[in-house]
């Protein structure tokens, strides 16, 4: 899994005949209709509604209530997420107050009484569950009450796995709550109980204490009918192929970061030979891919290890070392091998490497013409946003390999303006765990154009690292390799680390390889 709290400290225009761009706002329905239509091949979406309860001073105004509610309902996301459904609404703090229920109760504590608001709210959300709860309508599951963490032992012993990450998690329960396991089914079970037995000895209109400060909260949550696109959708491939922040160029941005969390030398990061799977992947289907730039310099075709340079060195080379543990240069002992891969990947990582290829590519009836491919690449991004940044703004495709850092990382939406994004048709994949609930619905109101410039893929759940690279690879050389997928093919392509990965502003694309047909050579 990626993602730890102790990493926390430490993510174009077109040719003319070709295609028409997009002009004018996008009115709030047709975004709201757009948020729901998503493409997966392991998802579907599904509108989720659950209500919930708080209790309040007397007279509390909207402001105080809403100030109170995002407590528990932090807590449904690790309910939610245990469950194996994603929620759009960043840790679903999104709860209008129109739909507050007010009720003046009596609190009776022993002899005392006091006169508290019953609030009662109701949660609507898009979601994605996987296909394997097609039938599925509902879910039984729980929130936690005001001032859980007071009770993070008992929760910890009841309501999760209180395993390695259960347990690195202590502080921050509302992400590994799991109120599906038996002993937490239990423990709410009881508490129940204990309240509706305190209720039983009071009148109408008079609730216990117990009901106040009760630890476990029971939610039915509602699961709509499915709003999965159902058609084929592609990725704008006409503007892409037009240039969009360099002309007649396509821009892809390769960013990975660090994955393991223990210290270790660069070369022995498996996010290293991830980003190496995803590079081979691509050389794969363009080997005419050159490396053309290092920023900042660096002679990165040499290394001296033992003593002895070793000149001359491919970077195709290097990969094998990487990835196969061939391809060392003739008369390299073995014992100095580690040493070479240590050596180099101190001179590949950090540095933007740039590798480009030119192809021949006729839109439609338009005249065949010369297009760059590039692709612009970074290894061993962390907590700093700058290397996201610069890649997004200067990117036709953004992808990124690398933690979430539970959405707070460098690829927080807080952290972006407008300004940060370019004009042109884009394509943004982050592949890091949960970010269709961390990034996904924030970053679509950032791109000027909003859908009708950008597609976002993310993951619904946890993505695994480990094949992270050959998958993202998959994904990068299916996109390049002439045959115009289309957004399913694309998924399948990458679909060994499937967590109820979707793609969203897809459904307002007006490119199809029918009507306009592009060769790509």
């Not at 007649?248 to 941005?253: F, G, K, M």
């Not at 080997?287 to 290092?294: D, E």
């Not at 884009?426 to 950008?454: H, W």
Request: charged share 25%.
């Amino acid at each position: 899994m990626r993602q730890l709290l102790s990493l926390l400290p430490v993510l174009g225009l077109a040719l003319v005949g070709c295609a028409v761009e997009p002009e004018g706002p996008v009115s709030p329905d047709d975004e709201a209709a757009m948020d729901a239509d998503l493409t997966s091949v392991s998802a579907l979406s599904r509108k989720l509604t659950f209500q919930g309860v708080v209790h309040v001073r007397d007279g509390a105004t909207d402001s105080e209530i809403l100030s109170v509610v995002p407590e528990p309902m932090q807590t449904a996301f690790g309910a939610l997420r245990t469950a194996n459904v994603g929620v759009n609404s960043r840790e679903l703090k999104d709860v209008d107050p129109a739909t507050f229920v007010k009720t003046k109760v009596q609190v009776v504590d022993g002899t005392t009484v006091t006169t508290m608001l019953r609030v009662q709210y109701t949660y609507t959300d898009n979601a994605v569950a996987p296909k394997s709860m097609a039938r599925r309508t509902s879910l039984s599951l729980a929130l936690l009450g005001k001032d859980y963490s007071s009770q993070s032992a008992r929760i910890l012993t009841e309501c999760t796995d209180n395993d390695a990450e259960a347990r690195d998690f202590a502080s921050s329960l509302w992400y590994v709550f799991n109120p599906s396991l038996s002993s937490c089914k239990a423990a709410v079970t009881a508490e129940r109980k204990r309240i509706a037995a305190d209720q039983a000895k009071l009148a109408t209109g008079q609730i216990p204490k117990s009901e106040v400060d009760r630890l476990y909260l029971p939610v039915t949550v509602r699961l709509g009918a499915d709003q999965t696109n159902k058609g084929k959708s592609y990725p704008e491939y006409d503007r892409l192929y037009s240039g969009g922040v360099k002309k007649d160029t396509l821009v892809i941005a390769l960013v990975n970061g660090i994955l393991d969390h223990e210290h270790k030398e660069l070369a022995d990061d498996s996010g290293y030979s991830e980003w190496m799977e995803t590079l081979r992947e691509v050389f794969a289907v363009r080997p005419g891919l050159q490396l053309a730039a290092i920023e900042p310099a660096e002679d990165y075709k040499s290394i001296t290890v033992g003593g002895k340079t070793y000149s001359n060195i491919p970077f195709t080379d290097v990969m094998k070392w990487t990835i196969d543990g061939t391809g060392f240069p003739a008369g390299m002992p073995t014992t100095l091998r580690h040493d070479a891969q240590v050596a180099m990947a101190k001179k590949l990582s950090r540095h933007w490497l740039t590798f480009r290829a030119p192809l021949k590519v006729k839109i439609g009836a338009n005249a065949e013409k010369t297009v760059t491919l590039e692709l612009t690449t970074y290894f061993g991004a962390e907590s700093d946003p700058a290397p996201h940044k610069r890649a997004i703004k200067n990117s036709d495709v953004f992808v990124y390999n690398g933690h979430s850092y539970i959405g707070y990382g460098p690829l927080d939406p807080s952290r972006f303006t407008a300004s940060d994004f370019p004009s042109s048709y884009q394509i943004l994949f982050i592949d890091g765990c949960v970010s269709y609930n961390y990034y996904e619905k924030d970053y679509l109101p950032l791109k000027p154009g909003a859908t009708r410039n950008l597609e976002l893929i993310t993951n619904g759940l946890e993505a695994p690292s480990w094949r992270s690279g050959w998958a993202l690879g998959r994904f990068l050389g299916k996109l390049v390799d002439g045959s115009q997928a289309s957004y399913r093919d694309l998924l399948s392509a990458a679909s060994a680390t499937d967590s109820l990965r979707v793609v969203d502003g897809e459904v307002d694309n007006l490119y199809s390889p029918t009507k306009t047909p592009i060769t790509v050579k």
